[in-house]
């Protein structure tokens, strides 16, 4: 593969991955990471990119193996969270136009604990239970009862607005 092409077939799909890895990490500077990190390993492996029947599907599924191994490596080294509070509550990409009942979420989601607003999260940014197991340490059922928790807690806090 050529830089013409890499170029031509790569780049313009950026800020749809800038997006996507802002939605599981929620950090724009651990979003721009993780696209630069992707961008690395394409370069890396161009030689074998030629084949792809959609480079966007390769490039998701890759940037979501990539930002799972980044939430992975807080929690191995014993970080609670990959935010704080004030992060999500004030961060947000540029592209995303914010909506009254999504700055209401940011602000629910703020107001949890970090071990459930971490596996929220994880689950809103479609994570499978496995994945969030594997990353947590939780197990299954517990992550079930977080959600199922959590998900009581907002629609009773949502009706009273």
């Known amino acids: 593969m050529t830089h ?5 077939r790569f780049l313009p799909l950026q800020k749809l991955l800038y997006r996507e890895a802002f939605r599981m990490l929620c950090d724009s500077f651990e979003a721009e990471d993780a696209v630069q990190n ?7 492996h161009k030689g074998e990119l030629g084949g792809l029947v959609s480079p966007e599907a390769y490039c ?5 193996n990539i930002c799972i191994d980044r939430l992975r490596a807080v929690r191995n080294h014993g970080e609670e969270c990959v935010l704080s509070s004030d992060e999500i509550a004030v961060e947000s990409p540029p592209e995303i136009e914010e909506h009254e009942a999504g700055e209401y979420l940011e602000k629910f989601l703020a107001s949890l604990p970090p071990p459930q607003r971490h596996v929220m999260l994880m689950k809103m940014n479609g994570c499978s239970l496995e994945e969030i197991e594997s990353i947590t340490g939780f197990s299954q059922g517990n992550i079930r009862v977080m959600v199922s928790r959590v998900r009581k807690r907002f629609k009773e806090l949502y009706a009273k607005i």
Not at 4 to 8: I, L, S
Not at 38 to 44: A, F, N, Q, S, V
Not at 60 to 64: D, P, V
């Open 38 to 44: 992707l961008y690395l390993r394409l370069w890396e």
């Open 60 to 64: 998701r599924t890759l940037l979501k």
């Open 4 to 8: 013409a092409e890499f170029k031509r």
